[in-house]
T-cell receptor, first 112, second 115 residues
Framework: SQQGEEDPQALSIQEGENATMNCSYK?????LQWYRQNSGRGLVHLIL?????REKHSGRLRVTLDTSKKSSSLLITASRAADTASYFC????????????FGTGTRLQVTL | NAGVMQNPRHLVRRRGQEARLRCSPMKGHSHVYWYRQLPEEGLKFMVYLQKENIIDESGMPKERFSAEFPKEGPSILRIQQVVRGDSAAYFCASSPLPGPDTEAFFGQGTRLTVV
């Protein structure tokens, strides 16, 4: 498996439900970032969590990081149809954002 | 403050032609990164440039691919003699001076189709 691998590959939920996506990685990191990509569009930065942090919140997003297990999770609460997108984790082992390693992504579908 | 601007958004080239992809970083950003995304995959790092310098090109294919970021003007990713396998979305990102919490801002990408 590759650095930054998301699980599940695809997730379908109904509006209002919570969505949880997981990311595993292999090497030591300085920080881990989550991005959203709408179909055929660019990436939107969601949240950055440093290696010495365990949890971070931003609006309806909650990110956890477990460096002992080399894993992170992204929780989207009270999902909306507009949250439909692909979500990628990206690890930064340089601490400079100069070389991010992306996973293959989780495709989230939120239905009405 | 405009974001990272990439053009063209879509590019179609026949096998053997050259493809030139342009990226204008955000105002005040002097660091540019290029990534490639194959269908149904995540982004893969290609190259990191500062003005007039290539800092890290460890992700660039050894042949046919080159990148530059001149003192004036946009960064250019150039693919010579394109093949079908070059069909992908190419994303550019930029950042200010790199640091531990630096966020890279991504453009909308250029979708290259080789026919």
């Amino acid at each position: 498996s590759q650095q930054g691998e998301e699980d599940p590959q695809a997730l379908s939920i109904q509006e209002g439900e919570n969505a949880t996506m997981n990311c595993s990685y292999k090497t030591s990191i300085n920080n881990l970032q989550w991005y959203r990509q709408n179909s055929g569009r660019g990436l939107v930065h969601l949240i950055l969590i440093r290696s010495n942090e365990r949890e971070k919140h931003s609006g309806r997003l909650r990110v956890t990081l477990d460096t002992s297990k080399k894993s992170s999770s992204l929780l989207i609460t009270a999902s909306r149809a507009a949250d439909t997108a692909s979500y990628f984790c990206a690890t930064d082992d340089t601490g400079t954002a100069s070389k991010l390693t992306f996973g293959t992504g989780t495709r989230l579908q939120v239905t009405l | 403050n405009a974001g990272v601007m990439q053009n063209p958004r879509h590019l179609v080239r026949r096998r053997g032609q050259e493809a030139r992809l342009r990226c204008s970083p955000m105002k005040g950003h002097s660091h540019v990164y290029w990534y490639r995304q194959l269908p149904e995959e995540g982004l893969k790092f290609m190259v990191y440039l500062q003005k007039e310098n290539i800092i890290d090109e460890s992700g660039m294919p050894k042949e046919r691919f080159s990148a530059e970021f001149p003192k004036e003007g946009p960064s250019i990713l150039r693919i010579q003699q394109v093949v079908r396998g070059d069909s992908a979305a190419y994303f550019c990102a930029s950042s200010p001076l790199p640091g531990p919490d630096t966020e890279a801002f991504f453009g909308q990408g250029t979708r290259l189709t080789v026919v």
